[in-house]
């Protein structure tokens, strides 16, 4: 395992992610992981706010389409953050807060997908009332993409080299 | 400058900011980057249909996600005040630190022109009229300078100045 990531992060590509003599490398690529942050943040506040009860005027079918905006935000996520990983992969690969950190996002992206399903499921518009457990998913959204959020932040705290 | 920045750094809140109260920098932080989401994420979704994009929502309508946005900066501003406080010889010798504070005041200054000059407007546009120019440039400033905000914050830690260590 340890010289499989060794292998990735010094590899050609690893090495010029981490320090390669251009902007394009490591800062570059971990301000598009911001944005997509928050892209994907962004959207669920939106979607979960307006399950809480904000902005009652606009239909929740009118904001279905966020979710598709969401998941390119979660795309440019995912890749930008392999890319990030690779160019610190034997010491990603041991910080047990990344792990929390990748936890937060899995539950987030379930919770987001049951949202999609049970509350803007295909017959849902504006007069048919929410299912009952609908709050208590969005909050639950909420609390997850914080969490994301926070062991995010904590990995530049507990990075071993 | 240096003269404020470092009677700044001397003051007992800021070193109080540093030690004991170390602990709060990676919360604030995270708070930071949460508070960025709402700002990016919101403004952008709003900015997108000042643009012309996602037409079947009233631009009236769109507006009441602002709030949002608007909590988002207030929480990126008292986060924002206190990693300067904390930390005045960082950022203020720091380039990307004036870049993402200029582009901020554009940011600012674009949505106060909306919310004082075109918002009467946006009530009474009806959900079918074409979007006006005055709008589409608006929300093109303001796509141009969040994202400025955020690359230069971003940025904040590849152009940090060798007498950033003076804040300790």
């Known amino acids: 395992m340890q010289e499989f990531l060794e292998s990735i992060q010094y590899s050609e590509f690893g090495l010029w992610v981490a320090g390669g003599d251009t902007i394009f490398a490591y800062p570059t690529i971990l301000a598009l992981h911001t944005l997509g942050l928050g892209i994907v943040v962004g959207m669920s506040a939106i979607i979960d706010c307006r399950v809480l009860g904000m902005a009652r005027s606009v239909p929740l079918s009118d904001l279905k389409r966020l979710f598709r905006v969401m998941w390119w935000g979660f795309a440019l996520n995912a890749t930008t953050g392999v890319v990030l990983f690779i160019a610190a992969a034997a010491d990603k690969a041991y910080q047990e807060i990344f792990y929390v950190k990748l936890a937060f996002i899995a539950l987030a992206l379930m919770t987001a997908t049951r949202i999609r399903r049970t509350v803007f499921g295909g017959t849902t518009d504006a007069g048919r009332p929410m299912p009952?457990?609908?709050?208590?998913?969005?909050?639950?959204?909420?609390?997850?993409?914080?969490?994301a959020i926070v062991s995010g932040r904590l990995m530049a705290y507990t990075q071993t080299f | 400058m240096a003269t404020f920045v470092t009677w700044l750094r001397d003051t007992p809140v800021s070193q109080a900011f540093r030690v004991p109260l170390e602990w709060l920098w990676p919360l604030c932080e995270s708070f930071h980057f949460l508070g960025?989401?709402?700002?990016?994420?919101?403004?952008g979704f709003f900015d997108l249909r000042l643009l012309g994009f996602m037409r079947w929502i009233p631009i009236r309508k769109a507006a009441e996600f602002l709030p949002l946005a608007k909590t988002g900066f207030a929480i990126n501003l008292t986060t924002g005040l206190y990693f300067f406080i904390a930390s005045?010889?960082?950022?203020?010798?720091?380039?990307?630190?004036?870049?993402?504070?200029?582009?901020?005041?554009?940011?600012?200054?674009?949505?106060?022109?909306?919310?004082?000059?075109?918002?009467?407007?946006?009530?009474?546009?009806?959900?079918?009229?074409?979007?006006?120019?005055?709008?589409?440039?608006?929300?093109?400033?303001?796509?141009?300078?969040?994202?400025?905000?955020?690359?230069?914050?971003?940025?904040?830690?590849?152009?940090?100045?060798?007498?950033?260590?003076?804040d300790l």
């Open chain 2, 36 to 43: 960025l989401a709402l700002v990016i994420g919101v403004a």
């Open chain 2, 88 to 166: 005045p010889f960082q950022y203020s010798f720091n380039i990307a630190f004036w870049y993402k504070v200029t582009a901020l005041v554009i940011a600012v200054a674009n949505a106060a022109v909306f919310e004082l000059m075109l918002k009467s407007r946006a009530a009474v546009l009806r959900d079918d009229e074409d979007v006006p120019l005055s709008f589409k440039i608006v929300g093109t400033l303001s796509m141009l300078a969040w994202l400025n905000v955020l690359y230069w914050g971003r940025m904040l830690p590849f152009w940090s100045p060798p007498g950033g260590g003076a």
């Open chain 1, 132 to 147: 009952p457990n609908a709050r208590m998913l969005a909050v639950a959204s909420l609390v997850l993409w914080m969490g």
